[in-house]
């Protein structure tokens, strides 16, 4: 499964990346909006430097467009695509987004279709050429529904198909959303930074390196 950090903080990406496990960024417009508190990630411009920054780090940088009609999307996915390789457009689920998808896919550039949160959705941002879907499997989660269920239907569907889009499991909380999201096939895990650092971590670990280290201190006397 590939890991993905889902941020907008090249400090974050960098930290990660140095790891040598991380394989993708997602970034949105609300990741952005946070980093940009401080005024570090306050403009186009300094957004179009992020995602450059980015991409000399992971071969996977998702930025998302922020028009709302298939023009705008396709206009703005163009720009974004031209910066680098490495950059994937990324889309919301509409019907525009719909035909903003099969447009980006007749030319070749690399989209995410964002905000997923059925099966009919996966199957339709699929059917456009989408390289990958992220169903937010956390939000559902929230509101009382099973985000996981999503996640194994999709993939049941994908079994079926010869659908070559990648499903990325976005919207992720706890590390059990992560090795569930492996259990399943899931293709990608996006994960919040928090969570990603939480990752390599174990008491038994810890406790195991301490009585090491104490032993071999006896072995040096
Ligand atoms: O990649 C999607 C992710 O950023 C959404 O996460 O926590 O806002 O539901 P969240």
């Not at 199957?123 to 499997?137: C, R």
């Not at 390599?200 to 090491?212: A, E, R, V």
Request: aromatic residues 8%; proline residues 4%; neutral net charge.
């Amino acid at each position: 499964m590939k890991l993905f950090l889902d941020t907008a903080n090249t400090e974050h990406v960098a930290e990660i990346a140095a790891w040598g496990v991380l394989d993708g960024v997602t970034t949105n417009p609300s990741l952005v909006a946070k980093e940009g508190k401080d005024g570090s990630t306050s403009s186009p411009q300094v957004f179009k430097a992020t995602i450059l920054e980015m991409c000399k780090h992971v071969p996977c940088v998702s930025a998302q467009v922020t028009a709302v009609d298939a023009e705008g999307m396709k206009k703005q996915g163009e720009e974004y695509a031209s910066w680098h390789k490495n950059v994937v457009v990324k889309v919301p689920m509409t019907t525009e987004g719909l035909k903003a998808l099969t447009y980006f896919a007749s030319k070749k550039i690399k989209t995410n279709t964002t905000l997923i949160f059925s099966v009919a959705q996966a199957i339709l941002a699929a059917k456009a050429g989408a390289t990958i879907i992220s169903p937010f499997i956390g939000r559902l989660d929230d509101q009382g529904e099973d985000g996981m269920t999503l996640i194994a239907e999709i993939m049941e569907v994908w079994a079926h198909y010869d659908f070559t889009t990648e499903v990325l499991v976005a919207s992720t909380r706890h590390p059990r959303h992560i090795i569930d999201a492996a259990m399943l096939g899931a293709h990608i895990s996006t994960i919040p930074y928090d969570l990603f650092k939480k990752l390599p971590n174990h008491s038994l670990t810890d406790s195991g390196i301490k009585k090491f280290q104490q032993d071999w201190e006896k072995v040096k006397k």
